[in-house]
C-alpha cells in the first residue's frame, strides 16, 4: 500500500538542527560526514536483523525496512551526485521521486539481508567517495531542478541529514 509523498523541501536542514532528531547538519564538520556515515551502518544492520523489520506502524509510515531500503538508494543517489559535481561544472541533478522508487523496487517485500549488504557497501563507497574530495574542490557546485543550489560541502551536509533522520524515524 502507497504512503502519501513527503513533498517537503528539506534544504532548511542546512540552517537549523531538526526539531524532530535533533540532527544539526549546519554544525557538521565536512571532514566527520564519511566517519558519520560508517558509523551508521552497523546500527541499520541491526534495525534489519529485527523480527518486525517489514512491519509498518501504521497506515501512513514506512516499516523500518522500507526507510533502510530508502537510506540504501539514498546513498547511491548521493554517490552519483557527488561524481557529478567532481566531474562537471554546474550540473543539474536528475530527479529522484523516492515514494514512486518505494512502489516501483517494492521496498517492504525485499530481503533484508540483502538491503543490509547492499546498504553497507553503498554507505562504506560513498563515505569514501566524500572523504576522497580534495579541500580545493569542496566549493564545486551542482543544483537540482527545483533551483536548490549545492556546493559539495552543502550537498553532503545535506545528505547526512537523511540516514540520521531515518534511524531517529525507526528508533535505530
Known amino acids: 500500500m502507497p504512503i502519501d509523498p513527503d513533498t517537503k523541501n528539506w534544504t532548511w536542514v542546512l540552517e537549523r538542527a531538526c526539531p524532530d532528531c535533533g540532527f544539526d547538519a549546519s554544525a557538521v564538520d565536512y571532514d566527520d560526514i564519511p566517519d558519520l556515515i560508517r558509523a551508521d551502518i552497523e546500527r541499520w544492520h541491526a534495525v534489519l536483523r529485527r523480527d518486525d523489520v517489514a512491519v509498518r506502524p501504521d497506515d501512513s509510515t514506512w516499516s523500518a525496512l522500507e526507510y533502510a531500503a530508502h537510506v540504501r538508494d539514498a546513498h547511491r543517489i548521493f554517490r552519483t551526485r557527488l561524481a557529478l559535481v567532481s566531474t562537471e561544472d554546474d550540473p543539474e541533478f536528475a530527479n529522484w521521486d523516492q515514494d ?19 546498504l553497507g557497501d553503498a554507505a562504506r563507497a560513498l563515505a569514501d567517495d566524500f572523504a576522497a574530495v580534495p579541500p580545493g574542490n569542496r566549493q564545486r557546485t551542482g543544483r537540482r531542478s527545483d533551483g536548490s543550489n549545492f556546493s559539495v560541502e552543502s550537498l553532503a551536509a545535506y545528505y547526512i541529514h537523511d540516514p540520521v533522520h531515518h534511524l531517529w524515524d525507526v528508533r535505530g
Open 100 to 118: 514512486a522508487t518505494a512502489l516501483a523496487e517494492n521496498y517492504n517485500a525485499q530481503n533484508p539481508a540483502t538491503v543490509a549488504s547492499e
